[in-house]
Structure formats: structure tokens, C-alpha cells
């Protein structure tokens, strides 16, 4: 799906149902992906740390995760880590969204080791193509 196929859609209407839990410890750009998502129809549940992560998927698995690379505590491999431990989530579709660009300390392949389905530089990543890209995700596989 190329960039320009994807439209926001009308308030209130979900993509497809799907929610998304961003994890981002920064609120402004923690607020600007809520935002952005919300335009293309997901229904998004913001958390600032793994611990109201943690809480907010206790109540509800969501479809999709979004995590920031560097968070108060714990760090994103170690985060999906425990994600891929509980039976609940062990399949929950994980993209990394970091201001860091990885790769030096070997940190992109602990995340896809750990099952991430990609890593995302927030600069090269606006919130439209952060849509697409969890529209992708989250289609159903052909014949499915």
C-alpha cells in the first residue's frame, strides 16, 4: 500500500476495531502519534512507562503495540521480553518507534530477536506512515 492510498477516516470510526497501546515516555510526542493514529481510525491507549503498559494490557490485550526503544526502567528488548513470556501476548505484534537509531550496540537485533515486526526511527516515521504501516500489520493474510 503506497502512502497516498491510506485516508483518514471519520471521527469515532475505528480502523477495522483495531487498538493500539504507543508506549512513549516523552507526553508531546506521545500526544502527536494518539493523534495522528485516532485521524486514521485506531483507537489508542497511551502509556509513559512499561509499568502502565503492563496495567493497561492486564485489562485489555490491544491489537498492536507501538514502544519507544529507551523508557524509564527498562528498555524495549527487555520489555518485550516479558511480553513474550505471558501466553497472552506471546503473539501480540510489537513495532519499535525510537528517536535512536539503533544498530551500534547490537539493540535492533535483540528487538527483532525478541519478536519485534520493525523498528522505526520517529524522525523518518510521521504518524500517517506509522498508520500504514500498523494497517499492514494487521490485515488479515491472503485467503485467511
Not at 485521524?39 to 503492563?54: I, K, L, Y
Amino acid at each position: 500500500m503506497m502512502l497516498g492510498a491510506i485516508r483518514p477516516v471519520k471521527e469515532g470510526e475505528p480502523a477495522g476495531g483495531r487498538s493500539v497501546i504507543l508506549v512513549d515516555d516523552d507526553v508531546t510526542t506521545a500526544e502527536m502519534y494518539r493523534v495522528g493514529l485516532e485521524a486514521f481510525g485506531f483507537s489508542v491507549t497511551v502509556a509513559h512507562d512499561a509499568e502502565e503498559m503492563f496495567r493497561n494490557i492486564d485489562g485489555q490485550v490491544p491489537d498492536i503495540l507501538v514502544l519507544d526503544w529507551h523508557l524509564p526502567g527498562m528498555h524495549g528488548d527487555e520489555i518485550l521480553h516479558h511480553i513474550r513470556l505471558d501466553e497472552r501476548t506471546r503473539a501480540l505484534p510489537v513495532f519499535m518507534l525510537s528517536n535512536y537509531p539503533g544498530g551500534k550496540d547490537g539493540e535492533i537485533d535483540r528487538v527483532f530477536l525478541a519478536g519485534a515486526l520493525a523498528w522505526l526511527e520517529k524522525v523518518k516515521t510521521p504518524p500517517a506512515l506509522l498508520a500504514e504501516k500498523l494497517t499492514e500489520a494487521l490485515r488479515p493474510a491472503p485467503g485467511s
